[in-house]
């Protein structure tokens, strides 16, 4: 069962940035689309980004222009590169493997941005 870690949240003003991480274990990492997701307090999860095996990328329309998605399959790894940040970014944010209906692998602990002045 592939496991995924993700680091790099924080308290921030608006404004402001982070830059998230997203280690894998296991081998199938580089043969996988990878996306990331955000659970806001009493909402569902939503994707935010997404890059394909041949780095293909979509945002969702609330993150576009601010949030950038790359990955590096040497590392397994995955960031988001979030700019100018906003109280309504303020979630758990995760990582996953997008699959058909449902992400392929369990979720990760994931990694709180807390966007406030």
């Known amino acids: 069962q592939v496991q995924v870690v993700e680091s790099g949240g924080g308290l921030v003003q608006p404004g402001g940035s982070l830059r998230l991480s997203c280690t894998t274990s296991?081998?199938?990492?580089?043969?996988?689309?990878m996306a990331w997701y955000r659970q806001a307090p009493g909402k569902q999860r939503e994707l935010v980004a997404f890059v394909s095996t041949g780095g293909t990328r979509n945002y969702a329309d609330s993150v576009k222009g601010r949030f950038t998605i790359s990955r590096d399959n040497a590392k397994n790894t995955v960031y988001l590169q979030m700019n100018s940040l906003k109280p309504e970014d303020t979630a758990v944010y995760y990582c996953n493997a997008p699959g058909k209906g449902s992400p392929l692998w369990s979720w990760g602990q994931g990694t709180q941005v807390t966007v406030s002045s």
């Open positions: 296991g081998s199938t990492f580089s043969s996988v689309a």
